[in-house]
Nanobody, 123 residues
Framework: QVQVVESGGGLVQTGGSLRLSCTAS????????MAWFRQAPGKQREGVSC????????YYADSVKGRFTISRDNAKNTLYLQMNSLQPEDTAMYYC????????????????WGPGTQVTVSS
């Protein structure tokens, strides 16, 4: 059974930075494309970024392109999201999941989502 645990969220001011982490178990991590999603209050969950199993191919939502960087350490079964120049509209609960990555969207393959990590950006 695949399990993920997200961490690294917090409260930051506009323009600040955070680095999120996601540890995964129950899967062959270095073969699994992984994605970050986020869900703001009252909104649907949306894909933020996706990365191939070997880390070579990455995708970003237009809203975060140039500000966020996705990466992974397959030796540690860990996925990262470096978030710079944070804006109030980035405020959301952030989740990770093994996913199919495509330029048109990310498709999570997870029965149970992890707890997520809250990111709050104050103006």
């Amino acid at each position: 059974q695949v399990q993920v645990v997200e961490s690294g969220g917090g409260l930051v001011q506009t323009g600040g930075s955070l680095r999120l982490s996601c540890t995964a178990s129950g899967l062959i991590f270095d073969s699994a494309p992984m994605a970050w999603f986020r869900q703001a209050p009252g909104k649907q969950r949306e894909g933020v970024s996706c990365i191939s199993g070997n880390g070579v191919i990455t995708y970003y939502a237009d809203s975060v392109k140039g500000r966020f960087t996705i990466s992974r350490d397959n030796a540690k079964n860990t996925l990262y999201l470096q978030m710079n120049s944070l804006q109030p509209e980035d405020t959301a609960m952030y989740y990770c999941a093994p996913s199919a990555c495509a330029s048109g969207g990310y498709y999570p393959a997870l029965n149970t989502w992890g707890p997520g990590t809250q990111v709050t950006v104050s103006s």
